[in-house]
């Protein structure tokens, strides 16, 4: 088993000797620099460079070899080479800004719940410098531990550490900035005026996150249809015209539509989707499921059995009612689907848990911050909570206060223990809420408006997130309707188009049928691949187990439908 340590290892070791076939010595790059810093990879910026032109020298020369070889030296055969050598190149210059990029975005999802909980420190106590440690002890993410050295590097300078971290996020988030300036500003306001200061603080951070995610919204429309017309409606259009190619004197080899259709629009719409996706300004992840869940099965052959059955089936299928080289696009795609979705089935009702437990954790916050305020304690505050949310953060509750009442647990503990009440729930959300319940247990009556506050923030944040993911709806649809339906669907009748005008009069030999069709059926399926990651990534961000799980469903339903309309289109033409 390999650990980050063995995989730092192997980056270095791999572009230490991928560097060493550079034909030239690149110039220093100041932000891919910065991408990898906030990597963490410990890599040159210009070594790097020199690898990837070294990759990309290689690259060519395996291309051209065997092209030579096999095909002679044709055009077609050098612009490829040269794309492929390209592509590598450009890939080590922007991939690591991409990825930088994504995960800092990510991590910006987490800022409005890392200002809430400062704010709600602050309440509390005034003190700054305890409720930027608070912020970022009660945090797991990129945020909390970047504000968390920052923390620990301002320690005993009489600084809080916030000023400093707002700095460094105020590029990609102007927003915090201001917020957390008011943050550190309530520490030497009083009454009213602290309250005021704290209130906008909040407000700052969702509307900052409300108008950023609103201009990406109406930004990304041009881009996205862009994407659909020249990526995904033109090429399937033009699937039905090769045949009729040779009428004016263009003969279009296989080699040709092979490079084309899953050589280069594949990679253009990888670099196209990139590009958008790192334009994200904020993104709000779904619950990351681990795979060391106690829900999530450690065996991989059910998936892998699955799978197998899946594509033999599927191959028969297709072979039998629509053709032998259809098989071959079915039977991979419906196979690795259905091994996708098994293996990320069991993810679901636990991010479905996290998600209903997050929605109503607002209402059960709000009630415990009432009956603090009314002189109880957060303990049968909470069995109240309990009986009064009916819903699984309900349940959460009540196995906290079971745990409270049966173990003699503490608050903390009865939540966030070995066995808590959130051991089996993977949410950042709960678990700072559990750590701010544990606060006001130990503050008592005072916390309880704290608490009410903390109740209508995230209702708050719950509504900005809507809205996020109702703007961006219109076009992730789109995507995803495109590679599960649209795109099958009319790629596998231009293909039984184009079949039907060759058989009627070849007009051009260049290109057979069965390789047309195999050639514009891998292209479908990588389309099914790659819009559904795009749709994912731009409504949820780009978690593993969510990921996997869509891929899956796209690949069965882009198989069942493309060998469909290869099998419908038949008949009526």
């Known amino acids: 088993m390999t650990g980050p340590g063995d995989d730092a290892g192997t980056l270095v070791a791999a572009v230490r000797t991928f560097a060493r076939f550079a034909p030239w010595e690149p110039a220093a790059d100041d932000e891919l620099a ?22 990309a020298t290689l690259g060519c020369l395996a291309l051209l070899g065997p092209g030579l070889v096999l095909v002679g030296p044709t055009p077609v055969l050098l612009v490829v080479a040269l794309a492929v050598g390209l592509t590598v190149s450009l890939a080590a210059r922007y991939l690591p800004r991409l990825l930088a990029t994504a995960r800092r975005t990510r991590a910006l999802g987490q800022a409005p719940g890392l200002v809430s909980r400062a704010v709600l420190r602050m309440r509390l106590s005034p003190a700054p410098e305890t409720a930027a440690a608070f912020a970022a002890e009660t945090g797991s993410g990129r945020l909390a531990r970047s504000l968390g050295a920052h923390v620990d590097r301002a320690a005993g300078s009489g600084r809080t550490g916030l000023s400093a971290f707002a700095d460094e996020w105020a590029a990609w988030f102007s927003a915090l900035r201001r917020a957390l300036a008011l943050v550190e500003s309530a520490g030497e306001a009083s009454g009213r005026d602290r309250e005021r200061a704290l209130d906008t603080a909040l407000e700052v951070t969702l509307d900052g996150t409300r108008e950023t995610m609103a201009d990406f919204a109406a930004a990304v429309q041009g ?7 020249f990526g995904v409606l033109l090429p399937l259009s033009l699937v039905a015209l090769l045949p009729t190619a040779g009428t004016v004197g263009v003969e279009v080899s296989l080699f040709a539509v092979v490079a084309a259709y899953d050589v280069a629009l594949p990679l253009a719409l990888v670099a196209a989707s990139a590009w958008l996706l790192a334009r994200r300004p904020v993104a709000f992840p779904p619950p990351e499921v681990p795979r060391s869940h106690p829900e999530v099965p450690d065996r991989r052959w059910p998936a892998l059995t699955a799978g197998c059955a899946t594509a033999a089936v599927a191959w028969s299928i297709a072979a039998r009612f629509a053709a032998p080289w259809a098989a071959a696009v079915a039977a991979p795609a419906a196979g690795t ?19 209903s437990v997050e929605t109503a954790l607002a209402d059960g916050l709000s009630i415990v911050g009432r009956e603090v305020r009314r002189g109880r304690s957060v303990e049968a505050a909470l069995s109240d909570a309990a009986e009064l949310v009916d819903s699984p953060t309900g349940a959460v509750f009540a196995d906290a206060a079971r745990q409270q009442r049966q ?13 808590g009440a959130l051991s089996t729930v993977p949410s950042e959300r709960a678990r700072s809420a559990a750590e701010l319940l544990a606060v006001a247990a130990s503050e008592g009556e005072p916390a309880g408006p704290a608490l009410v506050e903390m109740a209508d923030h995230l209702d708050d944040l719950q509504r900005v997130e809507t809205t996020v993911r109702r703007d961006l709806r219109q076009v992730t649809s ?3 309707h495109t590679a599960t339906v649209f795109g099958p669907l009319v790629g596998g009748a231009t293909v039984t188009l184009a079949d039907r005008m060759s058989a009627d009069g070849p007009l051009t030999s ?19 691949v790659i819009l559904t990651v795009l749709a994912t990534g731009l409504e949820r961000g780009l978690e593993r187990s969510l990921v996997g799980y869509r891929v899956g469903r796209a690949l069965v339903s882009t198989a069942v439908v493309f060998v469909f309309a290869l099998t419908a289109t038949r008949l009526f033409v």
Do not use: K
């Open 478 to 480: 789109t995507l995803a």
């Open 337 to 355: 689907g259905v091994a996708l979705v098994v293996a990320y089935r069991p993810a679901e009702p636990i991010r479905d848990r996290v998600e």
């Open 34 to 55: 910065t991408a990898l810093r906030f990597l963490g990879w410990n890599v040159e910026s210009e070594r790097l460079l020199c690898a990837g032109d070294g990759a």
């Open 510 to 528: 260049a290109v057979p049928a069965s390789a047309l069709g195999l050639a514009v059926g891998v292209y479908v399926v990588a389309l099914a």
């Open 223 to 229: 881009p996205a249809t862009a994407l659909y017309a």
């Open 407 to 419: 173990l003699t647990a503490g608050v903390r503990e009865s939540f966030l223990g070995d066995h």
